[in-house]
């Protein structure tokens, strides 16, 4: 305990005493970070940044930052009513994202937006001023990873001189529900992936599994639920070229779980970026 104190002390020596051009007594990102590692106490670190008699040098920029290293609410909170810069948005160096950042305030769902994301032209190239604009901006980092995954409109595709990605030597994706008409019950099971196939396995009747090319599907897509804040896609379906259509749901979609359908898609946008991914099919609920 003493030696713990200690720390907090000596944080708080360094957080005082950190100084750069201009004044011995400027509280910057490096300080800050130095006595927040050091262990001090939030209300010792929010003490130094709320003393009138010191200096915040932190931009909204070194926000970001202190926010990434688990800096607490509360210190962000007294350096944003200190800081005269803390306040000033980032701009974005693409200026598609401020429309996305709209988008998403709007409250349109995410599964929609990456969709959106992955037909853009041309492909977006994040520098770190867009990073830093869209974790400033709370996007997520699901549709942070489909923006970087982007290329000539072709969702995930590599870019012009990369090697594109090895296939799945085998994946197996379980608590899927293989969805019939008419007359027919749903039946469930789940899908493997190995090479260039997709197969299902059947969980009641080895004489029901059946197997496609995924090079051979016209377009792959969602089914979703309209929900608030956002959508719900429980559902993957798959268009054979000039054949059949499959739909699989996920089993656990009744108690709010999408995992299985979800790790489908995204295997397939890793490993087969060529196919047509489709707008999710709209259903209320």
């Known amino acids: 305990m003493k030696y713990m104190i200690f720390r907090a002390l000596i944080a708080m020596a360094l957080l005082a005493g950190a100084t750069t051009v201009g004044s011995a007594d400027e ?3 490096h300080s800050i970070l130095m006595a927040h590692r050091a262990g001090a106490t939030t209300a010792g670190i929010v003490a130094v940044v709320s003393d009138p008699a010191n200096t915040v040098a932190v931009t909204s920029a070194d926000i970001v930052t202190l926010r990434a290293a688990g800096v607490p609410q509360g210190v962000i909170t007294a350096i944003e009513a200190r800081a005269p810069d803390s306040g000033v948005a980032l701009q974005p160096d693409d200026a598609r994202l401020a429309d996305l950042v709209r988008l998403i305030k709007s409250g349109i769902s995410e599964s929609i937006l990456v969709e959106h994301v992955q037909h853009s032209t041309p492909p977006f190239e994040l520098s770190s001023t867009d990073l830093l604009y869209l974790k400033q901006n709370g996007v997520l980092e699901s549709t942070i990873a489909a923006l970087m995954a982007t290329s000539g409109g072709m969702p995930a595709a ?6 594109a990605p090895a296939a799945a030597r085998e994946l197996t994706f379980d608590d899927l529900v293989l969805v019939r008409h008419g007359f027919q019950k749903d039946r469930s ?20 599994n059946f197997a496609f090319q995924i090079t ?17 896609c429980y559902q993957i379906n798959f268009q054979i070229v000039k054949g059949a259509r499959y739909e699989f749901r996920d089993a656990n979609h009744e108690s709010g779980s999408n995992a299985s359908v979800r790790a489908v898609m995204d295997a397939l ?8 991914f489709g707008s999710p099919d709209a259903t209320k609920g």
Do not use: H, I
Request: with cysteine; net charge positive; aromatic share 12%.
């Open 27 to 29: 509280v910057n990102l």
């Open 158 to 163: 590599p870019r012009a001189g990369a090697a």
């Open 189 to 208: 099971g789940r899908l493997v992936m190995r090479g260039d196939s997709l197969s299902w396995v059947d969980g009641g009747d080895t004489e029901k």
């Open 216 to 232: 051979g599907l016209e377009k792959a897509w969602f089914t979703c639920q309209a929900r608030t804040p956002e959508n719900f």
């Open 269 to 276: 946008r890793k490993y087969f970026p060529e196919v047509a």
